[in-house]
């Protein structure tokens, strides 16, 4: 399978502060990324999808301009989470899909804690 | 639109024992992919079994086997000769030909006890 990577692991940041987390891929090309958040003892919860090039698809509920996804090429996206609040606390994971034979792999996920 | 449906929240059993974890869905489409992912305390999600709708043959890797019944709309997985690893969250995911979003069910929280 392939290498996937998030960064930071995990975070913890103060009240208002902005918060970038990546989602990179050593040896796959996403066409379609996911990005992901799980609640405690939840199942994971689709935030947006990207293509790289283009701007994302976020689910309903989503606000965009809290959470701005950047899928800067077939490797590399970016969830940055603006302004956060304790609410925003949760657990991101990043889904990969694309390949030859559309293959999909997770990233380890972000633990956020915002205080 | 598609749903995926967990009705065991946790589940718990002794090592060595068999147990079944179930998951039944609902779509109109013909051409689907239907998997188990497991996601252990770490919170990595790792691909345990994945069935092609098109297939009549249940998917079988090592000691986990599911029961797909097309018909039924139903994907139950079973776990053979059970271990203190297999500890962890289970999830059922629906995919379609075509799509490329996931379909989760809310998940089993698996105890084994030794």
């Known amino acids: 399978g392939a290498v996937v990577s998030q960064h930071p692991s995990r975070v913890i940041c103060k009240s208002g502060t902005s918060v970038k987390i990546e989602c990179r891929s050593l040896?796959?090309?996403?066409?379609?990324m996911f990005w992901y958040r799980q609640f405690p003892k939840q199942s994971l919860m689709l935030m947006a999808t990207?293509?790289?090039?283009?701007?994302?698809?976020?689910e309903q509920g989503v606000e965009k301009d809290k959470f701005l996804i950047n899928h800067a090429s077939l490797t590399l996206s970016t969830l940055t989470v603006t302004s956060a609040h304790p609410e925003d606390s949760s657990f991101y994971i990043c889904?990969?899909?694309?390949?030859?034979?559309?293959?999909?792999?997770f990233g380890p996920g972000t633990r956020l804690t915002v205080l | 639109a598609q749903t995926v449906t967990q009705s065991q929240p946790e589940m718990s059993v002794q090592e060595a024992e068999t147990v079944t974890l179930s998951c039944t869905y609902d779509t109109s489409e013909n051409n689907y992919y239907l998997f188990w992912y497991k996601q252990p305390p770490s919170r990595q999600m790792i691909l345990v079994i994945r069935q092609e709708a098109y297939k009549q043959q249940n998917a079988t890797e090592n000691r986990f086997s599911v029961n797909f019944q097309k018909a039924a709309k139903s994907f139950s997985l079973k776990i053979s000769d059970s271990q203190l690893g297999d500890t962890a969250m289970y999830f059922c995911?629906?995919?379609?030909?075509?799509?490329?979003?996931?379909?989760f069910g809310q998940g089993t929280r698996l105890t084994i006890n030794p």
């Open positions: 889904r990969l899909w694309g390949g030859n034979y559309n293959e999909q792999f």
């Open positions: 990207s293509n790289e090039g283009s701007k994302a698809t976020y």
């Open positions: 995911a629906f995919t379609f030909q075509g799509a490329q979003k996931l379909v």
């Open positions: 040896d796959f090309q996403a066409t379609t």
